[in-house]
Protein backbone atom coordinates (compact mmCIF):
# COMPACT_ATOMS: atom_id res chain seq x y z
CA UNK A 1 0.00 0.00 0.00
CA UNK A 2 1.37 3.40 -0.76
CA UNK A 3 1.52 5.78 2.42
CA UNK A 4 -0.42 8.37 2.52
CA UNK A 5 1.72 10.53 4.63
CA UNK A 6 5.58 10.27 5.14
CA UNK A 7 7.69 11.98 7.87
CA UNK A 8 11.68 11.78 7.51
CA UNK A 9 13.94 12.41 10.07
CA UNK A 10 11.95 15.16 10.96
CA UNK A 11 13.48 17.67 13.51
CA UNK A 12 12.02 21.09 15.17
CA UNK A 13 14.95 23.32 16.75
CA UNK A 14 14.18 25.93 19.38
CA UNK A 15 17.32 28.26 19.37
CA UNK A 16 18.34 30.17 22.81
CA UNK A 17 20.62 32.01 23.63
CA UNK A 18 22.28 29.39 26.07
CA UNK A 19 21.15 26.00 25.06
CA UNK A 20 18.85 24.61 21.91
CA UNK A 21 15.90 22.54 22.57
CA UNK A 22 14.89 19.67 19.77
CA UNK A 23 11.06 20.17 19.94
CA UNK A 24 10.94 17.33 17.68
CA UNK A 25 13.57 14.90 17.14
CA UNK A 26 14.64 12.82 14.44
CA UNK A 27 10.95 11.97 14.25
CA UNK A 28 10.09 9.15 11.43
CA UNK A 29 6.54 8.55 10.37
CA UNK A 30 4.43 6.69 7.80
CA UNK A 31 0.29 6.67 7.71
CA UNK A 32 -1.39 4.81 5.42
CA UNK A 33 -5.01 5.52 3.70
CA UNK A 34 -7.32 4.99 5.92
CA UNK A 35 -5.08 4.59 9.36
CA UNK A 36 -7.09 6.38 12.14
CA UNK A 37 -3.76 6.97 14.52
CA UNK A 38 -4.03 8.29 18.34
CA UNK A 39 -0.85 9.81 19.40
CA UNK A 40 -0.05 10.33 22.76
CA UNK A 41 2.21 12.09 25.20
CA UNK A 42 2.38 14.45 27.81
CA UNK A 43 2.54 18.25 27.62
CA UNK A 44 5.54 19.43 25.64
CA UNK A 45 6.34 16.00 24.15
CA UNK A 46 6.00 17.46 20.36
CA UNK A 47 2.57 16.63 19.52
CA UNK A 48 0.87 20.03 18.65
CA UNK A 49 4.34 21.00 17.39
CA UNK A 50 4.10 17.86 14.84
CA UNK A 51 0.46 18.85 13.61
CA UNK A 52 2.23 22.02 12.69
CA UNK A 53 5.32 21.11 10.72
CA UNK A 54 2.63 18.65 8.55
CA UNK A 55 -0.46 21.56 8.18
CA UNK A 56 3.13 24.05 6.79
CA UNK A 57 2.22 26.29 10.15
CA UNK A 58 5.78 25.67 11.31
CA UNK A 59 8.34 24.80 9.05
CA UNK A 60 10.68 21.87 10.18
CA UNK A 61 14.53 22.35 10.66
CA UNK A 62 15.27 19.61 8.93
CA UNK A 63 13.61 16.54 7.33
CA UNK A 64 11.13 16.05 4.92
CA UNK A 65 7.16 15.70 4.49
CA UNK A 66 5.87 13.55 1.82
CA UNK A 67 2.21 13.71 0.86
CA UNK A 68 1.28 10.83 -1.42
CA UNK A 69 4.59 10.66 -2.35
CA UNK A 70 5.27 14.27 -2.98
CA UNK A 71 7.52 16.19 -1.23
CA UNK A 72 5.15 18.92 0.33
CA UNK A 73 7.95 20.43 3.06
CA UNK A 74 7.79 23.51 1.56
CA UNK A 75 4.70 23.94 0.89
CA UNK A 76 2.46 26.62 2.62
CA UNK A 77 -0.02 26.46 4.92
CA UNK A 78 -2.52 27.51 2.21
CA UNK A 79 -1.32 25.12 -0.92
CA UNK A 80 -1.09 22.10 1.86
CA UNK A 81 -4.83 22.90 3.14
CA UNK A 82 -6.41 21.43 -0.03
CA UNK A 83 -5.28 18.11 0.82
CA UNK A 84 -4.80 18.24 5.38
CA UNK A 85 -7.79 19.90 7.50
CA UNK A 86 -7.59 20.46 11.40
CA UNK A 87 -9.83 21.02 14.06
CA UNK A 88 -7.61 22.94 16.98
CA UNK A 89 -8.63 22.39 20.39
CA UNK A 90 -10.08 25.73 21.55
CA UNK A 91 -13.39 25.84 20.20
CA UNK A 92 -13.14 29.58 19.28
CA UNK A 93 -9.99 28.73 16.99
CA UNK A 94 -11.97 26.97 13.84
CA UNK A 95 -14.58 29.46 13.56
CA UNK A 96 -15.40 32.81 12.23
CA UNK A 97 -17.67 34.47 14.94
CA UNK A 98 -19.72 37.24 13.13
CA UNK A 99 -20.83 34.90 10.21
CA UNK A 100 -23.11 32.34 10.47
CA UNK A 101 -23.14 28.68 10.90
CA UNK A 102 -23.93 28.74 7.02
CA UNK A 103 -21.59 31.07 5.86
CA UNK A 104 -18.86 29.29 8.31
CA UNK A 105 -19.36 25.77 6.20
CA UNK A 106 -19.35 27.57 3.09
CA UNK A 107 -15.83 29.26 3.53
CA UNK A 108 -14.83 25.41 4.09
CA UNK A 109 -16.54 24.19 1.42
CA UNK A 110 -13.62 26.08 -0.68
CA UNK A 111 -11.20 24.70 1.64
CA UNK A 112 -7.63 25.47 -0.22
CA UNK A 113 -9.39 26.54 -3.61
CA UNK A 114 -8.87 30.54 -4.57
CA UNK A 115 -11.07 32.58 -3.39
CA UNK A 116 -12.87 34.65 -6.90
CA UNK A 117 -14.38 37.59 -7.14
CA UNK A 118 -17.67 36.25 -8.34
CA UNK A 119 -20.74 36.24 -5.88
CA UNK A 120 -20.83 33.15 -3.36
CA UNK A 121 -23.58 30.83 -3.77
CA UNK A 122 -25.07 29.90 -0.40
CA UNK A 123 -28.76 29.48 -1.04
CA UNK A 124 -27.21 26.66 -3.27
CA UNK A 125 -26.05 25.09 -0.88
CA UNK A 126 -28.23 25.59 2.35
CA UNK A 127 -30.19 21.82 1.16
CA UNK A 128 -26.55 20.26 1.62
CA UNK A 129 -25.90 22.07 5.00
CA UNK A 130 -29.40 21.47 6.62
CA UNK A 131 -28.88 17.76 5.51
CA UNK A 132 -25.37 17.39 7.22
CA UNK A 133 -26.49 19.11 10.83
CA UNK A 134 -29.76 17.08 10.46
CA UNK A 135 -28.64 14.50 13.05
CA UNK A 136 -26.82 16.98 15.15
CA UNK A 137 -29.29 18.07 17.67
CA UNK A 138 -27.18 20.75 19.09
CA UNK A 139 -26.70 22.62 15.45
CA UNK A 140 -30.07 22.22 13.47
CA UNK A 141 -31.85 24.71 12.25
CA UNK A 142 -29.18 26.94 13.37
CA UNK A 143 -27.51 27.25 10.08
CA UNK A 144 -29.12 31.15 10.09
CA UNK A 145 -27.57 31.74 13.71
CA UNK A 146 -24.15 34.25 14.02
CA UNK A 147 -21.35 31.44 15.39
CA UNK A 148 -20.34 33.55 18.22
CA UNK A 149 -23.44 33.01 19.81
CA UNK A 150 -23.13 29.58 19.96
CA UNK A 151 -21.76 27.10 23.19
CA UNK A 152 -18.16 26.10 23.04
CA UNK A 153 -19.82 22.17 22.02
CA UNK A 154 -21.93 23.36 19.40
CA UNK A 155 -18.77 25.75 17.72
CA UNK A 156 -16.01 22.65 18.04
CA UNK A 157 -18.86 20.58 16.33
CA UNK A 158 -19.15 23.24 13.54
CA UNK A 159 -15.17 23.07 12.92
CA UNK A 160 -15.12 19.35 12.86
CA UNK A 161 -17.72 19.58 10.07
CA UNK A 162 -15.94 22.23 8.54
CA UNK A 163 -12.89 20.08 8.52
CA UNK A 164 -15.02 17.11 6.67
CA UNK A 165 -16.97 18.81 4.55
CA UNK A 166 -14.58 18.58 1.66
CA UNK A 167 -13.48 15.23 2.38
CA UNK A 168 -9.61 15.96 3.27
CA UNK A 169 -7.10 13.01 2.32
CA UNK A 170 -5.93 13.62 5.90
CA UNK A 171 -7.84 14.85 9.40
CA UNK A 172 -5.93 16.34 12.25
CA UNK A 173 -7.34 16.89 15.33
CA UNK A 174 -6.07 18.18 17.85
CA UNK A 175 -6.86 17.45 21.73
CA UNK A 176 -10.57 18.77 20.23
CA UNK A 177 -12.72 17.68 22.67
CA UNK A 178 -10.23 18.60 25.25
CA UNK A 179 -12.11 21.71 26.18
CA UNK A 180 -15.41 20.32 26.21
CA UNK A 181 -17.47 18.96 29.20
CA UNK A 182 -17.25 15.53 29.43
CA UNK A 183 -21.00 14.63 27.77
CA UNK A 184 -20.22 16.87 25.04
CA UNK A 185 -16.60 15.33 24.57
CA UNK A 186 -18.14 11.99 24.50
CA UNK A 187 -20.79 13.20 22.13
CA UNK A 188 -18.61 15.17 19.73
CA UNK A 189 -16.06 11.87 19.89
CA UNK A 190 -18.92 9.87 19.05
CA UNK A 191 -19.94 11.80 15.95
CA UNK A 192 -15.65 11.97 14.96
CA UNK A 193 -15.54 8.27 14.91
CA UNK A 194 -18.67 7.53 13.52
CA UNK A 195 -18.17 10.42 10.31
CA UNK A 196 -14.13 9.17 9.94
CA UNK A 197 -15.37 5.35 9.39
CA UNK A 198 -18.50 6.18 6.97
CA UNK A 199 -15.94 8.80 4.71
CA UNK A 200 -13.10 6.08 5.27
CA UNK A 201 -11.19 9.14 6.21
CA UNK A 202 -7.57 9.09 7.12
CA UNK A 203 -6.96 11.07 10.54
CA UNK A 204 -4.25 11.69 13.11
CA UNK A 205 -5.40 12.46 16.67
CA UNK A 206 -3.68 13.98 19.64
CA UNK A 207 -5.93 13.05 22.93
CA UNK A 208 -4.33 13.03 26.64
CA UNK A 209 -7.86 11.20 27.76
CA UNK A 210 -6.36 7.31 27.37
CA UNK A 211 -9.95 5.39 27.25
CA UNK A 212 -10.31 7.44 24.23
CA UNK A 213 -6.56 6.31 22.56
CA UNK A 214 -8.01 3.17 23.83
CA UNK A 215 -11.39 3.21 22.09
CA UNK A 216 -10.50 4.58 19.27
CA UNK A 217 -8.10 4.64 16.63
CA UNK A 218 -6.44 1.81 14.64
CA UNK A 219 -2.88 2.86 15.98
CA UNK A 220 -1.19 4.32 18.68
CA UNK A 221 1.84 5.95 19.52
CA UNK A 222 3.10 7.75 22.17
CA UNK A 223 5.57 10.93 21.62
CA UNK A 224 7.68 11.87 24.82
CA UNK A 225 10.29 14.63 24.30
CA UNK A 226 10.06 14.87 20.54
CA UNK A 227 10.56 11.27 20.30
CA UNK A 228 8.24 8.65 19.33
CA UNK A 229 8.56 6.04 22.26
CA UNK A 230 6.33 3.67 21.15
CA UNK A 231 3.94 2.88 18.08
CA UNK A 232 1.30 0.11 17.96
CA UNK A 233 -0.87 -1.27 15.73
CA UNK A 234 -4.38 -2.47 16.06
CA UNK A 235 -3.52 -6.34 17.74
CA UNK A 236 -0.60 -5.21 19.55
CA UNK A 237 -2.71 -2.32 21.15
CA UNK A 238 -5.31 -4.46 22.12
CA UNK A 239 -3.35 -6.51 24.12
CA UNK A 240 -2.16 -3.09 26.23
CA UNK A 241 -4.45 -1.43 28.94
CA UNK A 242 -4.49 1.85 30.57
CA UNK A 243 -2.61 1.14 33.07
CA UNK A 244 -0.16 -0.04 30.69
CA UNK A 245 -0.08 2.72 28.88
CA UNK A 246 0.35 4.97 32.08
CA UNK A 247 4.29 3.83 32.21
CA UNK A 248 5.02 5.57 29.26
CA UNK A 249 4.39 9.17 30.89
CA UNK B 1 -32.73 75.80 9.10
CA UNK B 2 -29.60 76.60 7.30
CA UNK B 3 -27.39 75.60 10.37
CA UNK B 4 -28.82 72.38 10.46
CA UNK B 5 -28.82 71.22 6.31
CA UNK B 6 -25.49 72.40 6.46
CA UNK B 7 -24.47 69.98 9.09
CA UNK B 8 -26.62 67.47 7.62
CA UNK B 9 -24.82 67.90 4.73
CA UNK B 10 -21.51 67.73 6.41
CA UNK B 11 -23.20 64.74 8.05
CA UNK B 12 -23.52 62.49 4.53
CA UNK B 13 -20.18 63.94 3.24
CA UNK B 14 -18.01 62.57 6.47
CA UNK B 15 -19.70 59.22 6.56
CA UNK B 16 -18.07 58.22 3.07
CA UNK B 17 -14.78 58.64 5.19
CA UNK B 18 -15.99 56.44 7.90
CA UNK B 19 -17.15 53.57 5.69
CA UNK B 20 -13.78 53.66 4.59
CA UNK B 21 -12.67 53.37 8.26
CA UNK B 22 -15.09 50.66 8.71
CA UNK B 23 -13.43 48.05 6.15
CA UNK B 24 -10.36 48.12 8.82
CA UNK B 25 -11.76 49.04 12.24
CA UNK B 26 -14.48 46.61 11.66
CA UNK B 27 -13.77 44.09 9.33
CA UNK B 28 -10.39 43.16 9.88
CA UNK B 29 -10.71 44.16 12.99
CA UNK B 30 -7.71 46.78 13.62
CA UNK B 31 -7.32 50.35 13.99
CA UNK B 32 -5.67 51.91 10.99
CA UNK B 33 -3.58 55.38 11.39
CA UNK B 34 -2.81 55.87 7.77
CA UNK B 35 -6.45 57.81 7.38
CA UNK B 36 -4.51 60.85 8.34
CA UNK B 37 -2.69 61.08 5.93
CA UNK B 38 -4.47 59.37 3.46
CA UNK B 39 -7.26 62.08 4.33
CA UNK B 40 -5.42 65.07 2.97
CA UNK B 41 -3.93 62.98 0.38
CA UNK B 42 -6.91 63.00 -1.09
CA UNK B 43 -7.64 66.59 -0.68
CA UNK B 44 -4.38 67.90 -1.52
CA UNK B 45 -4.42 65.96 -5.12
CA UNK B 46 -8.11 66.74 -5.97
CA UNK B 47 -6.95 70.55 -5.19
CA UNK B 48 -3.68 70.10 -7.34
CA UNK B 49 -5.33 69.00 -10.36
CA UNK B 50 -8.51 70.91 -10.35
CA UNK B 51 -6.19 74.01 -10.03
CA UNK B 52 -3.87 72.43 -13.06
CA UNK B 53 -7.27 71.94 -15.00
CA UNK B 54 -8.30 68.38 -14.70
CA UNK B 55 -11.67 67.30 -14.29
CA UNK B 56 -13.46 67.53 -10.86
CA UNK B 57 -14.58 63.97 -11.44
CA UNK B 58 -10.65 62.89 -12.91
CA UNK B 59 -9.12 64.61 -9.54
CA UNK B 60 -11.37 62.21 -7.19
CA UNK B 61 -10.64 59.31 -8.91
CA UNK B 62 -6.66 59.80 -8.85
CA UNK B 63 -7.42 61.01 -4.77
CA UNK B 64 -8.84 57.64 -4.64
CA UNK B 65 -6.49 55.58 -6.72
CA UNK B 66 -3.07 57.23 -4.26
CA UNK B 67 -5.54 56.87 -1.05
CA UNK B 68 -5.17 52.98 -2.46
CA UNK B 69 -1.41 52.93 -3.04
CA UNK B 70 -1.20 54.54 1.19
CA UNK B 71 -2.77 51.53 2.20
CA UNK B 72 -0.47 49.50 0.23
CA UNK B 73 2.37 51.22 2.07
CA UNK B 74 0.57 49.99 5.35
CA UNK B 75 -0.18 46.51 4.19
CA UNK B 76 3.45 46.18 3.24
CA UNK B 77 4.61 47.19 6.42
CA UNK B 78 2.02 45.45 8.48
CA UNK B 79 1.34 42.11 6.08
CA UNK B 80 4.98 41.45 4.52
CA UNK B 81 7.46 42.92 7.12
CA UNK B 82 5.28 42.49 9.87
CA UNK B 83 5.82 46.15 12.10
CA UNK B 84 2.54 45.82 14.37
CA UNK B 85 -0.38 47.83 12.85
CA UNK B 86 -0.66 50.79 15.14
CA UNK B 87 3.01 51.36 14.23
CA UNK B 88 2.65 50.59 10.45
CA UNK B 89 -0.25 53.47 10.01
CA UNK B 90 1.55 56.31 11.68
CA UNK B 91 4.89 55.40 9.89
CA UNK B 92 2.41 56.03 6.72
CA UNK B 93 0.63 58.35 8.16
CA UNK B 94 4.31 60.43 9.05
CA UNK B 95 5.37 59.73 5.36
CA UNK B 96 2.85 61.57 3.64
CA UNK B 97 2.67 64.45 5.52
CA UNK B 98 5.69 65.43 2.79
CA UNK B 99 4.35 63.69 0.42
CA UNK B 100 1.20 66.09 0.69
CA UNK B 101 3.82 69.22 1.42
CA UNK B 102 5.25 67.86 -2.03
CA UNK B 103 1.99 67.24 -3.94
CA UNK B 104 0.44 70.98 -3.01
CA UNK B 105 3.54 72.62 -2.74
CA UNK B 106 2.77 74.39 0.45
CA UNK B 107 0.89 74.17 3.47
CA UNK B 108 -2.29 74.92 1.91
CA UNK B 109 -4.10 75.97 -1.42
CA UNK B 110 -7.55 77.59 -2.09
CA UNK B 111 -9.08 76.32 -4.75
CA UNK B 112 -9.48 79.80 -6.93
CA UNK B 113 -11.29 77.89 -9.73
CA UNK B 114 -14.91 77.80 -8.90
CA UNK B 115 -15.76 74.29 -10.64
CA UNK B 116 -15.67 72.48 -8.08
CA UNK B 117 -18.05 68.80 -7.71
CA UNK B 118 -20.89 70.45 -5.66
CA UNK B 119 -21.99 72.86 -7.99
CA UNK B 120 -21.74 70.95 -11.55
CA UNK B 121 -24.18 68.21 -12.92
CA UNK B 122 -26.84 70.46 -12.06
CA UNK B 123 -25.89 70.43 -8.48
CA UNK B 124 -25.83 74.47 -8.19
CA UNK B 125 -29.47 74.43 -8.99
CA UNK B 126 -30.43 73.17 -5.64
CA UNK B 127 -30.85 75.05 -2.33
CA UNK B 128 -27.91 76.04 -0.73
CA UNK B 129 -26.38 73.02 1.35
CA UNK B 130 -29.03 70.57 -0.54
CA UNK B 131 -25.93 69.83 -3.32
CA UNK B 132 -23.71 68.05 -0.35
CA UNK B 133 -26.91 66.29 0.56
CA UNK B 134 -27.75 64.99 -2.44
CA UNK B 135 -23.97 64.25 -3.92
CA UNK B 136 -23.57 62.33 -0.55
CA UNK B 137 -26.64 60.06 -1.29
CA UNK B 138 -25.25 59.31 -4.53
CA UNK B 139 -21.81 58.65 -3.71
CA UNK B 140 -22.84 57.08 0.00
CA UNK B 141 -25.47 54.59 -2.18
CA UNK B 142 -22.65 54.00 -4.84
CA UNK B 143 -20.21 53.36 -2.52
CA UNK B 144 -22.80 50.98 0.25
CA UNK B 145 -23.67 49.22 -2.92
CA UNK B 146 -20.88 48.13 -4.37
CA UNK B 147 -19.11 47.10 -0.91
CA UNK B 148 -21.91 44.79 0.13
CA UNK B 149 -21.63 43.22 -3.32
CA UNK B 150 -17.98 42.97 -2.67
CA UNK B 151 -18.35 41.40 0.51
CA UNK B 152 -21.05 39.02 -0.76
CA UNK B 153 -18.48 37.63 -3.38
CA UNK B 154 -15.40 34.57 -2.71
CA UNK B 155 -12.95 37.06 -2.28
CA UNK B 156 -15.35 39.49 0.11
CA UNK B 157 -16.17 36.81 2.59
CA UNK B 158 -12.52 35.86 2.68
CA UNK B 159 -11.94 39.04 3.58
CA UNK B 160 -14.26 38.99 6.29
CA UNK B 161 -13.29 35.52 7.82
CA UNK B 162 -9.78 36.95 8.07
CA UNK B 163 -10.54 40.19 10.58
CA UNK B 164 -12.67 37.57 12.22
CA UNK B 165 -10.33 34.60 12.87
CA UNK B 166 -7.11 34.75 10.87
CA UNK B 167 -5.93 31.62 11.85
CA UNK B 168 -9.38 30.13 10.73
CA UNK B 169 -8.92 31.65 7.52
CA UNK B 170 -5.66 30.60 6.90
CA UNK B 171 -6.00 27.09 7.54
CA UNK B 172 -9.32 27.06 4.91
CA UNK B 173 -6.32 28.15 2.30
CA UNK B 174 -7.18 32.16 2.79
CA UNK B 175 -3.77 34.42 1.96
CA UNK B 176 -4.74 36.36 4.67
CA UNK B 177 -1.58 38.61 4.01
CA UNK B 178 -3.31 39.29 0.25
CA UNK B 179 -6.83 40.35 2.14
CA UNK B 180 -5.45 42.31 4.37
CA UNK B 181 -3.50 44.33 1.29
CA UNK B 182 -7.15 44.37 0.08
CA UNK B 183 -9.23 45.85 3.27
CA UNK B 184 -6.22 48.75 3.75
CA UNK B 185 -6.00 49.70 -0.09
CA UNK B 186 -10.13 49.80 -0.49
CA UNK B 187 -10.43 51.72 2.98
CA UNK B 188 -7.90 54.31 2.02
CA UNK B 189 -8.49 54.62 -1.25
CA UNK B 190 -12.32 55.60 0.26
CA UNK B 191 -10.60 57.95 2.74
CA UNK B 192 -8.57 59.70 0.40
CA UNK B 193 -11.87 60.26 -2.09
CA UNK B 194 -13.75 62.28 0.79
CA UNK B 195 -10.70 64.19 1.39
CA UNK B 196 -11.19 64.81 -2.05
CA UNK B 197 -14.66 65.65 -1.69
CA UNK B 198 -14.00 67.76 1.56
CA UNK B 199 -11.57 69.93 0.12
CA UNK B 200 -13.85 70.71 -2.70
CA UNK B 201 -16.71 71.64 -0.50
CA UNK B 202 -14.61 73.90 2.03
CA UNK B 203 -12.54 75.11 -1.31
CA UNK B 204 -9.24 74.26 -0.46
CA UNK B 205 -6.74 71.91 1.17
CA UNK B 206 -4.55 71.49 3.87
CA UNK B 207 -1.67 69.27 5.07
CA UNK B 208 -3.10 69.08 8.36
CA UNK B 209 -6.83 68.53 7.87
CA UNK B 210 -6.32 64.98 8.26
CA UNK B 211 -5.82 65.37 12.39
CA UNK B 212 -8.19 64.08 14.38
CA UNK B 213 -10.01 62.53 11.18
CA UNK B 214 -9.58 58.48 12.52
CA UNK B 215 -11.93 60.16 15.63
CA UNK B 216 -14.34 61.81 13.37
CA UNK B 217 -14.81 58.58 11.27
CA UNK B 218 -14.89 56.09 14.43
CA UNK B 219 -17.94 58.39 16.63
CA UNK B 220 -19.41 57.74 13.15
CA UNK B 221 -19.13 53.97 13.30
CA UNK B 222 -19.61 54.15 17.35
CA UNK B 223 -22.67 56.50 17.77
CA UNK B 224 -24.12 53.94 14.81
CA UNK B 225 -23.93 50.79 16.51
CA UNK B 226 -25.03 52.31 19.92
CA UNK B 227 -28.03 53.37 17.98
CA UNK B 228 -28.80 49.95 15.96
CA UNK B 229 -26.93 46.86 17.83
CA UNK B 230 -26.74 43.78 16.32
CA UNK B 231 -27.93 44.83 12.63
CA UNK B 232 -26.55 42.60 9.74
CA UNK B 233 -23.60 43.93 8.01
CA UNK B 234 -25.26 45.76 5.36
CA UNK B 235 -27.23 47.62 7.61
CA UNK B 236 -24.49 48.23 9.86
CA UNK B 237 -23.18 50.50 6.46
CA UNK B 238 -26.31 52.65 6.86
CA UNK B 239 -26.17 52.83 10.07
CA UNK B 240 -22.44 54.62 9.83
CA UNK B 241 -24.12 57.64 8.02
CA UNK B 242 -26.81 57.96 10.44
CA UNK B 243 -24.18 57.74 13.28
CA UNK B 244 -21.75 60.55 10.92
CA UNK B 245 -25.41 62.66 11.11
CA UNK B 246 -26.06 62.51 14.93
CA UNK B 247 -22.27 63.41 15.60
CA UNK B 248 -22.43 66.47 13.52
CA UNK B 249 -25.64 67.02 15.33
CA UNK B 250 -24.20 66.66 18.79
CA UNK B 251 -20.97 68.91 17.64
CA UNK B 252 -23.64 71.38 16.53
CA UNK B 253 -25.42 71.59 19.42
CA UNK B 254 -22.06 71.87 21.72
CA UNK B 255 -21.27 75.17 19.94
CA UNK B 256 -24.49 76.51 19.96
CA UNK B 257 -24.42 76.36 23.64
CA UNK B 258 -21.01 78.60 23.12
CA UNK B 259 -17.94 76.32 23.54
CA UNK B 260 -14.91 77.56 21.77
CA UNK B 261 -14.14 76.61 18.37
CA UNK B 262 -10.85 75.62 19.37
CA UNK B 263 -11.75 73.04 21.43
CA UNK B 264 -13.56 71.14 18.73
CA UNK B 265 -11.19 68.42 18.62
CA UNK B 266 -11.56 68.22 22.57
CA UNK B 267 -15.01 67.99 22.64
CA UNK B 268 -14.61 65.12 19.41
CA UNK B 269 -12.65 63.25 21.61
CA UNK B 270 -15.15 63.01 24.75
CA UNK B 271 -18.03 62.38 22.88
CA UNK B 272 -16.06 58.95 21.16
CA UNK B 273 -15.16 58.24 24.69
CA UNK B 274 -18.59 58.64 26.13
CA UNK B 275 -20.03 56.50 23.12
CA UNK B 276 -17.60 53.86 23.86
CA UNK B 277 -18.04 53.97 27.51
CA UNK B 278 -22.00 53.76 27.18
CA UNK B 279 -22.52 49.65 26.36
CA UNK B 280 -20.25 49.71 30.04
CA UNK B 281 -22.18 52.67 31.63
CA UNK B 282 -25.58 50.88 30.57
CA UNK B 283 -24.66 47.31 32.07
CA UNK B 284 -23.39 49.33 35.26
CA UNK B 285 -26.54 51.09 35.53
CA UNK B 286 -28.88 47.75 34.73
CA UNK B 287 -26.66 45.70 36.94
CA UNK B 288 -27.57 48.91 39.79
CA UNK B 289 -30.96 48.72 39.25
CA UNK B 290 -31.86 45.02 39.44
CA UNK B 291 -29.86 45.04 42.61
CA UNK B 292 -31.93 47.49 44.13
CA UNK B 293 -34.81 46.08 43.07
CA UNK B 294 -33.49 42.79 44.92
CA UNK B 295 -32.83 45.03 47.96
CA UNK B 296 -35.93 46.20 48.11
Known amino acids: MKPLLEIKDAVKTIYNDDDNLNILNNINLTINPKDFLVVLGTNGAGKSTLLDAITGTNQLTSGKILLNGDDITSENLAKRSRHISRVYQDPKSGTAPRMTVAENLLLAKRRGLPRRLRLRKLNDHMEEFQKLISNLPTLDNRLNTFTEKLSGGQRQTLSFLMAIIQKPELLLLDEHTAALDPQTSKDLMELTSRIILEKELTCMMITHDLSDAMKYGNRLIVLKKGEIILDLNQEEKNKLTEADLLQYF | ?296
Open chain 2, 1 to 296: MSLIVSTISQGFIWSIMAIGLFITFRILDFPDMTVEGSFPLGAVTAVSLIQSGHSTLYSLLIAFLFGCLAGFATAFLYAKLNVPILLAGILTMTALYSINLRILGKANMSLTKSTNIFNQFGLDKLPTNFNGIVLGIIIIALIIFLLIIFLNTEKGQAVIATGDNETMAASLGINTTVMKFIGLMVSNGIVALTGGLIAQQNGFADVNMGIGVIVIGLSAIIIGEVIYPDVPLSVRLMTIVIGSIVYRLILMIVLLLGFNTNDLKLISAIILALCLALPTIRAQFLKTLRNGVKTK
